[in-house]
Structure formats: C-alpha cells, structure tokens
C-alpha cells in the first residue's frame, strides 16, 4: 500500500507595490493572521469572485439569443440557473 502525504504549498516571495490606503485596510482588517496571509485570502476571494462573474457573462451570452416564447429554452434555463445556485 502507497501512502502519500500531503505537502504545504508551495509559497514564492514576490514584490508588489499596494496603494497605502489598501495596505492600511489590510493592516485593519488581518485579525491575528499575517499581512500576507490576508493579501493571500483577499486575492483568492477576488479571483473567484471574478471566476464566477465571467461565468455569469457567459450565461447570459449564451441565453441571450434564446427566444422568449419557447417554454423548453425558457425551462432549461431555469434548471441552469438553480443548479449553479446549488453550487455555490
């Protein structure tokens, strides 16, 4: 039997310049986390949040063109809809 163990991830130093409003937010808002533990959550909160409203854009695109008289387009539509409620 194989076991694996799971490894932390991987972090990179890198340098970004932060207006000092957005760094004084940070400082506020970071509780007993790190500085960079907050920028971290703050860019992945950011990055699904950007993720999910391209997918939105997506959506309407593609239901953009369906016709509003036709009641199956209309129900999948709506099916579309609460599934990816769900998955949120």
Same mark, same amino acid.
């Given at each position: 039997?194989?076991?694996?163990?799971?490894?932390?991830?991987?972090?990179?130093? /890198?340098?970004?310049?932060?207006?000092?409003?957005?760094?004084?937010?940070?400082? /506020?808002?970071?509780?007993?986390?790190?500085?960079?533990?907050?920028?971290?959550? +703050? +860019?992945?909160?950011? +990055?699904?949040?950007?993720? $999910?409203? /391209?997918?939105? $854009?997506?959506?309407?695109?593609?239901?953009?063109?369906?016709?509003?008289?036709?009641?199956?387009? $209309?129900?999948?539509?709506?099916?579309?809809?609460?599934? +990816?409620? $769900?998955?949120?």
């Amino acid at each position: 039997m194989v076991t694996t163990t799971m490894s932390p991830p991987v972090r990179k130093n /890198r340098s970004f310049s932060l207006d000092a409003d957005v760094l004084d937010q940070v400082e /506020r808002t970071k509780g007993s986390s790190s500085t960079s533990e907050r920028v971290n959550q +703050l +860019l992945k909160y950011a +990055l699904a949040m950007e993720h $999910r409203a /391209r997918v939105d $854009r997506e959506i309407m695109d593609f239901f953009a063109d369906a016709s509003e008289d036709r009641k199956e387009r $209309r129900a999948f539509q709506t099916a579309a809809f609460k599934s +990816l409620a $769900r998955e949120e």
